[in-house]
């Protein structure tokens, strides 16, 4: 059954439910999980809101990621006719064989026992983070003080960049995703960070360390592919954790009777945040010919705007899905993506939550927000990261009892 197309991809979530997708995908997936979408630039493409769809489309190479193809689903970018190409380096936006090259030269780098190996350091990071947050006392901003240096300096660490430097790259990286950034600052902002990762690949080159880029100094990577790759993945590593920390916390601290769950078994309550939350919360795919998929024939270069945190919510896959469970198995589930451009850094990302944020309700059992809920102020709908830009707690102080 056709329906009538989606005029705009549905952006504004419903008030005081800062972790529920807009409520129109979900009324859009109960009628169909694939449907007609027009684009901010006039094509009419598609949406997908549906788990097995998504999963589908993931996996299918028929379907490209690459940008300059693409139509762009959320309003912006208006200073673009079209996307230009990925930067040298940016493994999302390319497709097979250029891909495939770099992804083998990272996956090895990646593996599940080696981030395993950097437990002991994570829990140093937390544990020097948490006594920091006592020392200071209640009263802060828990992204600024907890949820992006851990990730920051452990991405730092994996790629040897000296986190004295991380407020200026931080700064540029930031700004090239603020959505009220003009083309100018975005540019100056990536230029910047380019620079500065350029004169760090010769510095590895020049002198090694033990690290991540300097031993992919001995690929037959590029300076410009070493620049560009280094770059992708210090942003990856900054940006993604560290609001899945942030909005994790903040999911908990309004669902406190999850918490024992979550110390109970924190690689299992992890991986339902992941699916809860779905903070990467829409991909984008690009017909290079023509597909049936469920009923409907995608015409080559008809985009699809790929609705994750729709299909994390899907009924058929899971039971009560607009339920946060912290005790339920979320195996399945999409916040990593699937296919050939699932998560590189996904069992990093793991490691650092399943350590993070178990320890930061153990050692402040009373932590709770300083500001109403709605205040806290979260992340526009139409940057790729959704997250909180500040997230202020406080806690009691434990008092001395007198014997």
Known sequence: MDHDPVDRLPL?????????PPAELGRIRS???LVRLTYPDGHVGWLITGHALTRAVLADQRFSSRYEIAHYPFPGLTEFAELPPAPVGDMTGMDAPEHTRYRGLLAGRFTVRRMRRLTDRVEQITAEHLDAMEESGPGLDLVAAYAQPIPAVMICELLGVPYADRDAFQA????????DATVEERTNAYIGLQTYMRELVLAKRAKPTDDMLSDLTTTDLTDDELTGLGTFLLGAGLDTTANMIALGA????RNPGQVPALIADPGNAVEELLRYLSIAHTGLRTALEDVELDGHVIKAGESIAISIHAANRDPHKFADPDTLTLNRNAAGHLAFGHGIHQCLGQQLARVEMTIALPALFTRFPTLRLAVPPEDVPLRPEVQNIYGVERLPVTWTRDTPTNS
């Not at 504004?12 to 529920?20: N, S």
């Not at 540029?172 to 959505?179: E, G």
């Not at 903040?250 to 601290?253: Q, R, T």
């Open 172 to 179: 540029d990286a930031a700004t090239i995703t603020a959505p």
């Open 12 to 20: 504004a979530r419903a008030a005081g439910c800062p972790f529920d």
């Open 250 to 253: 903040f999911a908990l601290l």
């Open 31 to 33: 009628e169909s999980p």
